[in-house]
């Protein structure tokens, strides 16, 4: 397999609930990245990491948690979230953190 | 104030017709890079084309070209004879600090525009 993938696509989650976003790249690459993406507003930054360590936490809620056992995974854990955190979460690589990064297809999240 | 503003929500063109999509920026940063990005119903966010804010020369990939105009902070992309499989979201974004020496590396998108390619 080649590229950004995703698991799951789709997720459907209560409020009460706790579940993870998977990311993993084969791409070799050594910064990863989670973005959400809302309806009608732009692409936004969510948490950056550079060889495992994290980098950017772009003043994220604590109930967003990200984890990055390694260059080639990246996890997001959420906790508690609220029905407004119904998004699509993309992941995203890139060789270095100035290089061109690449997508994943996404997580479409809904929370009841 | 948006750094990247795309004032097309919704954009049709009929097949084989080229179509350009606008995107301006505001950045006071000499130094910069911009993005386009396709991104069909399926979620994956397809890199497209790049332009630095100081290359001379438009950049050009296939049918896809970038009319780059920097004194009016326009970073429009042009698509050359549109197929149906064009029809897609299109995002315009920009990363500031390009020589400076890699120490900015966000991406800012705008809010994207939707491409229909008519049959």
């Known amino acids: 397999e080649t590229g950004v993938t995703q698991t799951p696509r789709h997720l459907v989650m209560g409020m009460t609930n706790k579940k993870s976003l998977k990311c993993e790249q084969h791409l070799g690459h050594n910064a990863m990245y989670w973005y959400k993406q809302s309806a009608k507003k732009p692409l936004e930054l969510m948490f950056v990491?550079?060889?495992?360590?994290?980098?950017e936490n772009n003043s994220v809620p604590s109930r967003f948690s990200p984890e990055c056992p390694n260059s080639s995974h990246l996890f997001l854990h959420l906790h508690t979230l609220q029905p407004e955190d119904s998004a699509l979460y993309l992941c995203a690589s890139s060789p270095k953190l100035v290089y061109e990064q690449f997508f994943g297809p996404g997580t479409r999240l809904t929370v009841l | 104030a948006q750094k990247i503003t795309q004032t097309q929500p919704g954009m049709f063109v009929q097949e084989k017709e080229a179509v350009t999509l606008d995107c301006t920026y505001d950045t006071s940063d000499p130094s910069y890079g911009l993005f386009w990005y396709k991104q069909p119903s399926s979620g994956e966010m397809i890199f497209l084309i790049y332009?630095?804010?100081?290359?001379?020369q438009n950049a050009t990939e296939g049918r896809y070209s970038l009319n780059f105009q920097k004194a009016r902070k326009s970073a429009n992309l042009v698509i050359s004879a549109s197929q149906l499989g064009d029809s897609a979201m299109y995002f315009c974004a920009m990363r500031e600090g390009e020589g400076s020496g890699g120490s900015n590396y966000k991406l800012t998108f705008g809010k994207g525009t939707l491409l229909t390619v008519n049959p």
């Open positions: 332009q630095g804010s100081y290359d001379q």
């Open positions: 990491y550079n060889f495992k360590e994290q980098t």
